[in-house]
């Protein structure tokens, strides 16, 4: 089964502080997917990528900006992290294709006190 | 913006009885459909994927998809306690390259 890591596993910063979340994936697989889950909205697409350098904006993005290094390592940046994103984010992974399967990493808790 | 609707909400069922959750695309380009089960504490993953109108069946779990409604539904049978899970209804267009999720059913299964 597909591999994706994702670090920190938990992280707390304060309102205006700047945050990196991590995601790994070693499947070489060319899609990379940011979401945040808040109970009763399921999951929401933040920031996307199809390959190293490539970013494309999902349907939630004000406020994330998202890096895609190489293949295998997509980040997401807070700049001036707010309360409003205290919330479960997942990593996500899919072959080339538009009706791959996503595999998800296993999340990491941000809270923004 | 494409929304994703799924009913109900909550959904409570004993053990062995038949579960069924629903799923509508307000998007008349979609043209994919996904379910993922996610466990408390654990991340999404992929159930069932569906693309032609019918029904699809693997084990315990039947998809079926009305494509002229933009409608789609899992059915569980036999429900069983480890199924007590966040189940998420996806889908996709045939233009995007990325999924549109719904808010959830949340299902639990009683002794």
């Known amino acids: 089964e597909a591999a994706v890591t994702q670090s920190p596993r938990n992280k707390v910063t304060v309102t205006g502080g700047n945050v990196t979340l991590s995601c790994r994936q070693t499947?070489?697989?060319?899609?990379m997917y940011w979401y945040r889950q808040d109970t009763g909205h399921g999951l929401r697409l933040i920031h996307y990528?199809?390959?190293?350098?490539?970013?494309q904006i999902g349907d939630v993005p004000d406020g994330y900006k998202a890096t895609r290094t190489t293949q295998e390592d997509f980040f997401l940046l807070l700049e001036l992290a707010s309360p409003s994103q205290t919330s479960l984010y997942f990593c996500?992974?899919?072959?080339?294709?538009?009706?791959?399967?996503?595999?998800f990493g296993p999340g990491t808790r941000l809270t923004v006190l | 913006q494409q929304k994703v609707q799924q009913s109900p909400e909550s959904l409570i069922v004993p053990e062995g009885g038949m579960a069924s959750l629903n799923c509508t695309s307000s998007?008349?380009?979609?043209?994919y459909f996904w379910w993922y089960r996610q466990h408390s504490g654990k991340s999404p993953k992929m159930l069932m994927?569906?693309?032609?109108?019918g029904e699809k069946e693997e084990g315990r779990f039947t998809v079926h998809l009305n494509k002229a409604s933009l409608h789609t539904s899992l059915h569980i049978r036999d429900s069983q306690p480890s199924d007590s899970a966040l189940y998420l209804c996806?889908?996709?267009?045939?233009?995007?390259?990325?999924?549109?999720f719904g808010q959830g059913t949340i299902l639990k299964v009683y002794l």
């Open positions: 998007d008349r380009n979609v043209d």
């Open positions: 499947n070489s697989h060319n899609y």
């Open positions: 990528s199809y390959g190293a350098g490539n970013l």
């Open positions: 996806a889908a996709r267009t045939s233009s995007g390259q990325k999924l549109v």
């Open positions: 994927s569906i693309f032609s109108n």
């Open positions: 996500a992974s899919s072959p080339q294709g538009n009706y791959a399967e996503q595999f």
